[in-house]
Nanobody, 127 residues
Framework: QVQLVESGGGLVQAGGSTRLSCTVS????????MGWFRQAPGEERMGVSC????????YYAYAVKDRFTISRDNAKNTVYLQMNSLRPEDTAIYYC????????????????????WGQGSQVTVSS
């Protein structure tokens, strides 16, 4: 049984930082790219970032580029999302997801490329 367990997030002041973690079990973690998505109330789920199986290639949504950093530790089956310079508009539920492929691909932000999902972690940024 594949499980993606997220941790981190919570309430953060604008300009602050937080880190999300996602630990994966039941899957050959280093065979797959991993992604982070977010969904704000009343909005569609949006791709935030993706990291290739080896960690060499990383992709970011324009809205978070230069503020968020994705990383992975294949020895720990864990992917991270470091979020800096947070803004109120970053408030959302954040989901990690296991891609169906080793590479992110040009349409890495398309949710259909992802086979497994975490339970979601709330990040609330206060102004």
């Amino acid at each position: 049984q594949v499980q993606l367990v997220e941790s981190g997030g919570g309430l953060v002041q604008a300009g602050g930082s937080t880190r999300l973690s996602c630990t994966v079990s039941g899957l050959a973690f280093d065979d797959y790219a991993m992604g982070w998505f977010r969904q704000a109330p009343g909005e569609e789920r949006m791709g935030v970032s993706c990291i290739q199986w080896s960690g060499r290639s990383k992709y970011y949504a324009y809205a978070v580029k230069d503020r968020f950093t994705i990383s992975r530790d294949n020895a720990k089956n864990t992917v991270y999302l470091q979020m800096n310079s947070l803004r109120p508009e970053d408030t959302a539920i954040y989901y990690c997801a296991a891609n169906r492929y080793p590479d992110c691909g040009s349409v890495w932000g398309d949710a259909v490329r992802y086979a497994y999902w975490g339970q979601g972690s709330q990040v609330t940024v206060s102004s």
